[in-house]
């Protein structure tokens, strides 16, 4: 599990601007990748703090 949710950094930060990529228009992408992103990095932080704890790995 513990290794899962490191790849999840990984893949994301590749996945995230890829899918924003996509957008016809530029401006419109970049705010979806930062927005997109910034909302991975709480999400993940949540985990790290909540999650990693009470699944015995910290």
Sequence with gaps: M????LMSVLILTI?????????PNPKRGLKKAI???VLFNAAYTY???VWV???GFG
């Design 47 to 49: 985990g790290v703090v």
């Design 53 to 55: 704890p009470r699944l």
């Design 35 to 37: 927005l997109w992103f």
């Design 2 to 5: 513990a290794k899962l949710i």
């Design 15 to 23: 996945a995230l601007p890829g899918k924003a990529a996509r957008d």
